[in-house]
């Protein structure tokens, strides 16, 4: 009767594998995008977690609840909406004069 061998390839780290690595999470894999390092920011526990969003809830219940204070938000968004609308708009001119420009120059050079 023949016995297996068992592999005892050490991996890089110095552990025999993945079942000895534990089983929290290490954070998010290197290529994570644009918003990969967000969860740095976010409490780790999940008390912690809880109790923020409820602190976030609860704030948002207030605002929405208050008249007044919610008209103020409406109304700082709305402006902040039409000022992003105005620079696009502005960007979309600029681009178009400079397009309008290369083109004079193309026909003046044929």
Do not use: C, T
């Amino acid at each position: 009767m023949v016995l297996a061998k068992k592999n005892k390839k050490k991996s890089k780290n110095g552990k025999h594998g993945p079942e000895n690595q534990g089983m929290g999470w290490n954070g998010p894999p290197q290529n994570a995008g644009l918003l990969g390092g967000l969860s740095k920011l976010l409490p780790s526990s999940r008390s912690n977690q809880f109790l923020l969003g409820a602190l976030i809830g609860a704030a948002a219940a207030y605002v929405l609840s208050d008249d007044e204070l919610r008209g103020k938000m409406i109304k700082s968004g709305l402006k902040l909406y039409s000022g992003l609308l105005g620079g696009v708009e502005e960007m979309k001119e600029q681009v178009a004069d400079i397009q309008a420009e290369m083109q004079a120059e193309q026909s003046a050079d044929s």
